[in-house]
C-alpha cells in the first residue's frame, strides 16, 4: 500500500512538473509577442545550464572511456608477454649506433630487438583475423591442401626461370655473349610475372566457391563441420590495424640499422658475408611471418600457416625478383636471372625438398624435424662458401 502511495505520489509530481513547464512555455511565447529581450531572459540561462551539463557529462565520459580503452591495449598487447622483456634492446642497440658505432653488438641487439616485435606483429595479425576472417588462404576440405599444391607448382616454375640463365652462362652455350643471357632473363622475368597475376585472380575469383578453409572438417554426410574454437578477440579492429602500424614502423627501423651493420659484423665476429645475407638476415627479416605461421599452426589454423609460409615465398620468387629485372630493365640497368651456380643449386635443391614433402598434403614431427636439419645443412654449406671474384 505504501509501495502505491509513493507511486501515486510520484506521478503527481511529474504532473505538477509538467504544468509547471506548460505554464512556463506560455509565458515565453506570451512575452515574446511583446518583447524579445525578456523571452531570452527567462528562456536562455535554464537551458544553456541544462546543455552545458550534458555535454560536459558527455564530454568526460567520453575522455575516461578513450583513456581506459588505450590503457586497456597497451596493457593487452605490451605487458601480456614476457618476451616483450626484449624490447628496449632495440633503443639500446640505436644508442650504442650513435654513441659507440660498433657493428657488432649494434647488429645483435638489433637481431634481439625484433624478435618480440615480430611476436607481437604476429599477434597483432591473429586479432585482425578474427574481423578480417582468413581470406585468400583457402584451400580444399580434402587433406591436401591447394594453397599448397599451387604454390609449389609456382616455386618449380620460378626454379625453371632461375636455372636457365645461370646454365646458360656456365655453359657458354649463349648465341651472343652477354646479350642471350639477359634477354631470357627479361623475356622469363615478363612470363613469370603473367603467371603470378593469373595466380591471383584464379585464387581470389576465379576459385572462390571451390576452396573451404582446412580446419573445416567435411562430416561423413558430406556436410561442413566448424570445429572453430570459441576464442573471440581481445583488442577491436582499429586497435588490431594501428599496432600493426606502429609494429612495422619500427620493425623497419630496426632492419635498417640491422643491415647497415651487416659487413662491420661479418668482420668483428669473422662469418662470411654469405651466411649473414642468406641465412641470418632472411631469418630476422621474415621473423614476423615466421612467428605468425607457427602461431597459427601451434592453433591448428594450417590454412593460414601454410598461406603465410609458402605464399611469402612464392611472392618473393615469382613477383619480386621478376620485377626488378624488368625494372631494370627500363632504367636501362642490366639486371638478369643469374644467380650464381651455388645459390642457383641451393634454390632448386631446396624447392624440390619441399614439393616432395607436401605432396601428400599430412605434417607430422618427423617431417618437420627433416625439414629443419635440411635447413641446418643449408647454412652450414653458406657458412663455408664464399663467391667467386669476378676476374674480367
Known sequence: MNYKLQVVGIQSQLEMGSVVENGSMHEFEDGSLFSPESAAQKILPSHIAVYESVSGGFQATGSKRWR?????????????????????????????????????????????????????????????????????????????????????????????????????????????????ELALSRFSSCVMLVVYAAYLFFQLRGQKDSYVPISEEVSQNGEIADDNDDEGPEISKWESVIWLGIMTAWISILSEYLVD????????????????????????????????????????????????????????????????????????????????????????????????????????YFKGLMLILCYVIVAASFFVHEDPVPTW
Open 68 to 180: 581506459r580503452d588505450v590503457y586497456r591495449s597497451i596493457k593487452t598487447v605490451v605487458f601480456s608477454n614476457k618476451l616483450n622483456l626484449l624490447m628496449p634492446v632495440g633503443p639500446l642497440a640505436i644508442f650504442i649506433h650513435q654513441l659507440h658505432g660498433h657493428n657488432g653488438w649494434v647488429f645483435f641487439l638489433s637481431l634481439l630487438g625484433i624478435i618480440p616485435l615480430a611476436e607481437r606483429l604476429g599477434y597483432a595479425t591473429e586479432q585482425l583475423a578474427f574481423y578480417t576472417g582468413p581470406t585468400g588462404i583457402e584451400c580444399l576440405s580434402s587433406p591436401v591442401s591447394a594453397t599448397a599444391i599451387v604454390n609449389s607448382g609456382l616455386l618449380l616454375m620460378a626454379v625453371m626461370g632461375l636455372v636457365f640463365p645461370a646454365v646458360l652462362h656456365y655453359t657458354h652455350t649463349e648465341v651472343h655473349y652477354g646479350k642471350s
Open 261 to 364: 651493420a651487416i659487413e662491420g659484423a661479418s668482420h668483428a665476429w669473422n662469418i662470411p658475408i654469405a651466411f649473414i645475407g642468406v641465412i641470418l638476415l632472411p631469418i630476422v627479416g621474415n621473423a614476423a611471418e615466421h612467428a605468425s605461421a607457427i602461431m597459427f599452426a601451434m592453433k591448428d589454423k594450417l590454412d593460414i600457416s601454410l598461406g603465410v609460409a609458402i605464399g611469402s615465398s612464392t611472392q618473393i620468387s615469382m613477383f619480386a625478383i621478376p620485377f626488378c629485372v624488368v625494372v631494370g630493365w627500363m632504367m636501362g640497368q642490366p639486371m638478369d636471372l643469374n644467380f650464381q651456380l651455388f645459390e642457383t643449386a641451393t634454390l632448386f635443391i631446396t624447392v624440390i625438398v619441399v614439393a616432395f614433402f607436401l605432396q601428400e598434403g599430412t605434417s607430422n
